[in-house]
């Protein structure tokens, strides 16, 4: 499919009702994650014989969906998820859109979507900000999440690339991810189920993935455990992920620790905030690598002592500190189960630099023009 497009016509309806500020400020005073939603929303057609069109900035409301449109039967659909900070000087910054463009369409790509341009994806999102900056909450912990997501809108229930697709970007002022802060989970190692194999749409950012792992994430919680540590699909030993987050694996301590994530294969979310952090370890001295970790050299490493932190990333939850595992075949804790040194200073520095307390050496940072 094409993903060029002409410069496309925004038209603007504000609105017809907006939030008090007193009763903004009770709603942003408690967010929660994903739980309430700005008052507009961008939204942008497309279709095989006109491409992208219609692109419109609106009140938010709900969708009127026919009972046999594609996505509902096929899951045909995409989405991201990065985040506006509110900065030091008061003013709005995005984090690394053009990142999340660029795999937003690579996620089409895989999908049989129509990619839209990086351009329009960020106007978007400038747009949306520029009438609902006043959202955008500036407590530690909090930011503006923001959802674009695409899917097959075409009425009918052949088989096939939808010729009809509807993007959309909401969003919603966000506090921490998990309830409890900055606390290392227990995790639970699924073996029963796998999340990817290759060849599979593992490195998309699709739905459906999340809906396949559902169910292994009732039975970590049913073991006590917060999230579960998927492995690879072909030997079951290989770790990928933890939910749907990126792991890292440290190794050593002060400045001989060296980080590893794994090597992106085809079948792992390749992470904004991961690649992010291992750019900002670098940054900060670290040997940071790419490669693999087994389940058995995990354990044992936290047995000898020399695998001594493990933390998940993401845009969501940042950076979460992993303390135990769980297994079928065991349990054991990582180090004395509390957040590591490394652990919690690459945080600082990517929150500091997401909140404009720290030099943006790279340009990660997108101002919007309030």
Known sequence: MSTETSALHFTVTAAARRVAPEQRKRLLADPGFGRIFTEHMVRIDWNRDRGWHDAELRGYAPLQLDPAVTVLHYAQAVFEG???????????????PQAHAARFRRSARRMALPELPESVFIEAIDRLMTI??????????QSMYLRPFMFGSEVGLGVRPSAEV?????GSPSGSYFPSGVKPVTVWLSEDFSRAAPGGTGEAKTGGNYAGGLLAQAQAAEQGCDQVVWVDSQEHRWVEEMGGMNLCFVFGSGRNARLLTPALTGTLLPGVTRDSLLQLAKDLGYAAEEGKISTGEWRTGCA????????ACGTAAVITPVGAVKSAHGSWSVSDGKPGDLTMRLRRSLVDLQRG????????LHPVAL
């Open 357 to 364: 307390v720290a030099p943006d050496p790279h340009g990660w």
């Open 82 to 96: 990065l985040k506006a900070f509110r900065q030091k000087d008061g003013g709005i910054s995005v984090f690394r």
């Open 304 to 311: 000898d002592g020399s695998l001594t932190e493990v933390f």
């Open 166 to 170: 509807t993007f959309l970007l909401i």
């Open 132 to 141: 609902d900056g006043e959202w955008v909450p500036s407590a530690p912990e």
